[in-house]
């Protein structure tokens, strides 16, 4: 069986290469109109190089699984500020999906955390699918709308989980179903443990995005490794190996915060149950050191016995 791994959005070694610069509302509304079409097109293609620049890196790194940064095109998603982010940038979106498929990567996005469908606020749910689709948008300007995933978390449950599930299934349903068939679940940290999200996931037929720091952070009544054969199975529609979110604490007193990087023993009893498991998985690490910890991780992890590092970032059990 194959692990590879992957990191969120930024890789740290590169100059002046995030892929998220922005403007706020304010600022962009105290500008002539000129101005602002400016300062959209500058930020915007800077993100967009910046992006090809960074999977060149991956390239280089051996690094196939990627996080895009959900901010790359400033304000697209904000009411009063929308506007036509594809035409003028149509070729470096389509390079990026070109490098993205010649190379045999798995790229994603991730929401913010108010794109919720569990709001009892019907403008809420209104944004949500604002935000889905702009970042459907993007993969769709890179021909990789069949591929890549959008995930999100299920969000709050006001104060009933029960009626809050049902009504999350009700607003979910209201996204357009091409965008709602490329989007993953993923468990929180303190609301929808690992066998709640894994439901909705069953009921409504989109892959489960396992979370295991936020699974020991908020773990209900079921150990994950029983839940890893119906995890597995959400995956099967898409036809690809299951994605998992990996990170270790901060510290013990601030467990669901992020270590810059992931700590061996924390994370081990996770790839030990996929190792006896038996099948291949992407795993996307969420620490604060990005590149750097995913690259480290692996390194520590093919030097175990029974498991050989194979790539920069992809390791054989």
């Known amino acids: 069986m194959i692990l590879r791994f992957g990191y969120v959005s930024m890789a740290l070694p590169l100059w002046d290469a995030s892929p998220s610069h922005t403007i706020t509302f304010t600022n962009w509304k105290k500008q002539d109109e000129e101005s602002r079409k400016e300062k959209l097109y500058y930020l915007t293609e800077k993100n967009l190089k910046n992006t090809i620049r960074i999977l060149h890196y991956n390239i280089a790194h051996e690094i196939k699984v990627y996080r895009l940064s959900s901010s790359l095109i400033p304000l697209a998603a904000h009411p009063e500020a929308r506007w036509d982010f594809v035409t003028p940038f149509r070729e470096l979106f389509r390079e990026i999906g070109k490098i993205v498929r010649k190379n045999e990567m798995r790229v994603s996005f991730h929401p913010g955390q108010y794109t919720l469908f569990t709001s009892p606020q019907e403008h809420v749910t209104k944004s949500a699918i604002v935000d889905m689709t702009y970042h459907y948008t993007m993969l769709e300007a890179m021909g990789l709308e069949k591929e890549a995933t959008i995930n999100i978390h299920i969000g709050g449950a006001y104060g009933d989980k029960e009626t809050t599930l ?61 839940l890893l054969p119906r995890i597995f199975a959400t995956w099967e529609r898409v036809g690809k190996v299951p994605k998992f979110h990996l990170s270790s604490p901060k510290s013990k007193k601030f467990l669901r915060a992020h270590h810059e990087y992931v700590d061996m023993d924390f994370a081990f009893p996770f790839i030990r149950a996929l190792r006896d498991f038996g099948k291949s998985a992407d795993i996307m690490i969420e620490a604060k050191a990005k590149d750097q910890a995913c690259l480290q991780f692996v390194e520590e992890l093919g030097k175990m016995r029974g498991i050989k590092q194979i790539s920069g970032a992809a390791v054989e059990i």
């Not at 299934?169 to 996204?175: G, R």
């Not at 929808?192 to 396992?210: N, R, S």
């Open 166 to 226: 049902v009504r999350f299934s009700e607003n979910f349903v209201t996204l357009d179903e091409k965008i709602r068939m490329q989007t993953t679940l993923e468990n929180d940290d303190k609301t929808y443990t690992a066998e709640e999200t894994l439901k909705i996931c069953e009921e409504q037929g989109v892959p489960f995005v396992f979370d295991y720091h936020h699974h020991v952070a908020n773990p209900g009544e079921v150990e994950f490794e029983e």
